[in-house]
Structure formats: C-alpha cells, structure tokens
C-alpha cells in the first residue's frame, strides 16, 4: 500500500496553498491515511490543500474522498447560483457562461450557515483559462481599510433576492420545493424576511455578517459576498440588459448595508483591489482535487474556452 506524500508549497501574493502528490503512483484510496493525517495538521494553516497526481477519480469515487473525513455532505441549498447534482452530495460548479469571471467568494458567505469544507474535482481540464482562483479570507480582512471594516461590522450586509421574473434562478429550484409553505418555513428558520409578489413572484431579504471567527484558531476572516452580490459587479452588458427592463430594486439579486443604505463605489472597489491583491490561481490538472476551509479561503472562476468539468462537494 502506497502512503507516502510529497509537498510543496505554491505561494502567489498573500496566498498560499499546500500542494499534496504520491510518491510513485497511487490512488487516493492507497494514500487515504496519509491525506488525512495531512489535512489534520496542515489545513488550519494554509486554508486549502491540492492533491494532484493520484490516479483519477469518478465522481462516486471523488463523494466518497469527501465523506471520509466524517462530516456530513451538505446538499446546495438557497442557492444562488445554478448548479446540477451529479452524484449523490457532488454538483456542478456554477454554471455561468464561459466568457463571464466570478469572483472570489466563500461558498454561502450571502447567509447565516455555511459549509465548513468544500471541494473540487477537476474532471476535465479547460482548453485554456478555467482556474479556480483562491484567496486567504485573513489577508483579506488584515489588508482592508480599518474603516471600511469598522463599517461593515456596525452596519452588516443586507441581501435582497427578486425570483420569479425570469432573469434568474426561479424560486422553485433555489428552495427545492414547488410548496409555497416550505419556501416560508425555510425563511422563517433562518430569519430570512419574505415576501410573496405578483402570480408567481418572490422576493427575500436577509441581513448577514461582514467578518467571522474562525471556529478553531479564532482568527478573523473577511466573510461576506457584498462586492459579489452587489449590482456593480456585473459585467457591464449584463447589468445594462437587465436596468433596462427592471429598476434597481427589482434586479435579481443586489448588496446593502444592514439598514438598506447603498454601499459606497469606492468602498466596492477597495475589497474587489483587495481580493485581487491576495489571490493566487494555478491551472487545473485533469484528477485534481482542492480541499478548502470555506472560513480561511475565499475561491472565483476565470473564463475559459473549450470543454470543463469541475464538480463540487461541501460538508458541514
């Protein structure tokens, strides 16, 4: 049985990920012991570690990689982006045009729950472009104005949500259900504000956190998706399509302060410069596989041409 594992460390900006292969050609079930004794005294410090050069994976095979850490698979739930499951708890990655860049973000950061890990599959490789880009949340928030931290932490993140006008995910598909009863009792669960529109229409709000701790090592994270969901981060056909046949509190999705006062360009501007400054991206190698602690490292996609297929699986 092959256990052995050499590292290396890729290193760009503020960003650092561990980088885990076998010695020799191995499976990741041959090296299983090995991979988590690595992730239990190294992931806390990196925030994410890539194991590349195992033997590839089938999406069965990369759920089950997932589970063996002991916590449980979550499904995507109030998404906000669209997504197709693939196997059991492993879904697609966003599902936006190629073309299009989405930026760096902690997976579910726009709500009050989150998932704890998350991972990625590299089933196939894009033709050119296609990274998954991470940045560390520490760096982040340690690189952010002190006033603009301040802010966010006295005023929060307001997020408000418009389903059921056709320019994006429809209601039904974000909540699960076609059950009007079962979207309100969801909401009511987790302080989501709700109101029913029109024949089929929806809108939700929800004030949220800029920054949390992270749950072992107690270090502060930037952790909020304001920049993301926020109208100005469109690309700017895409927004000017969509002003054109909705006003502003219409749109599908935008950012406020807790209060519901707009968020200031300069202070949008500040945090996208920010996430640049500290991102590090690497191409993807067919049978890659990313862990992440969603707290400590933010992640994005570059576009890309030709055919990819990177799957996801997230646990509590």
Not at 233 to 258: F, I, Q, S, T
Request: hydrophobic fraction near 40%; aromatic fraction near 10%; include cysteine.
């Amino acid at each position: 049985m092959q256990e052995a594992l050499s590292t290396e460390v890729l290193e760009q900006r503020a960003t650092r990920l561990l980088v885990a292969s076998p010695v020799g050609r191995a499976s990741m079930d041959d090296s299983l012991p090995a991979i988590h004794a690595l992730v239990s005294r190294s992931l806390d410090a990196y925030g994410g570690i890539l194991l590349r050069g195992f033997d590839k994976l089938a999406p069965a095979g990369f759920n089950a990689l997932a589970a063996s850490f002991g916590r449980q698979l979550l499904r995507y739930e109030f998404a906000s982006t669209p997504r197709t499951k693939i196997e059991a708890a492993v879904y697609s990655s966003t599902e936006y045009p190629a073309h299009q860049w989405i930026d760096q973000h902690n997976e579910q950061s726009y709500t009050r729950e989150w998932p704890r890990y998350i991972w990625f599959f590299c089933d196939r490789s894009a033709k050119e472009g296609g990274a998954t880009p991470v940045a560390d949340s520490r760096e982040v928030y340690r690189r952010l104005s002190p006033d603009i931290r301040e802010r966010f932490a006295r005023k929060q993140v307001r997020y408000v949500r418009n389903y059921g006008n056709g320019l994006d995910v429809p209601w039904q598909q974000v909540f699960g259900t076609e059950a009007r009863d079962a979207v309100e009792a969801f909401c009511r669960q987790r302080s989501i504000q709700y109101e029913w529109r029109g024949d089929d229409g929806l809108r939700t709000w929800q004030v949220c956190q800029s920054e949390t701790a992270h749950p072992l090592t107690q270090e502060t994270v930037w952790f909020n998706q304001a920049h993301l969901f926020h109208v100005s981060g469109l690309p700017p056909a895409v927004r000017d399509a969509l002003l054109a046949v909705v006003d502003e509190d219409e749109l599908p999705r935008n950012a406020y302060y807790g209060d519901g006062s707009p968020i200031e360009a300069d202070v949008l501007d500040e945090i996208r410069a920010v996430y640049q400054e500290s991102m590090l991206s690497f191409p993807w190698r067919e049978g890659d596989v990313m862990m992440l602690d969603n707290v400590l490292m933010s992640h994005g996609r570059a576009p890309f041409t030709g055919e990819r297929r990177v799957l996801v699986a997230m646990s509590g």
